[in-house]
């Protein structure tokens, strides 16, 4: 059988020269000659964006104030899923200050979590080390 591209996948190919591992086809549905043909195509352009509502913004402060109980993932998932309309003119200010609190909230869980990691295990062999161990250092579960 053969396979009909689409001019997002031409893009692909000629970008990222995947020509060798793609099956060829005689003729495609939508022929482009090169990626420039392709301008709106995937194109992160203010025509083909989202716009932001209130459940997005609901939604943010939900991961933003959850990420308070221990959950820094969570402040982690907020970032990547809104970051790129925090430099949008129209975005609300409490979604920016979401946005950016869980970005911050994150990076600092993380510091002190690499602390008292590092604390930890260079002090493994104290008295207070010990006693936070479920086993005793050496035993095997098994």
Known sequence: FFFHYSPLLYALEERLLLRS???????????????????CVGAHSQSMRR????????????????????????????????RSYVKEDDTPEDMKFYVKGSFTGFILFMIVWAIWLLVFYTNIDSPWAQQLLLFEKGDTMF
């Open 51 to 82: 716009r932001i509502n209130n459940d997005d913004v609901e939604s943010s402060k939900i991961m933003f104030y959850a990420g308070f109980a221990f959950l820094p993932w969570l402040w982690l998932i907020n970032f990547i899923q809104y």
């Open 21 to 39: 591992l793609l099956p060829t086809s005689p003729l495609p549905i939508f022929p482009v000659q090169s990626s420039r043909d392709l301008r």
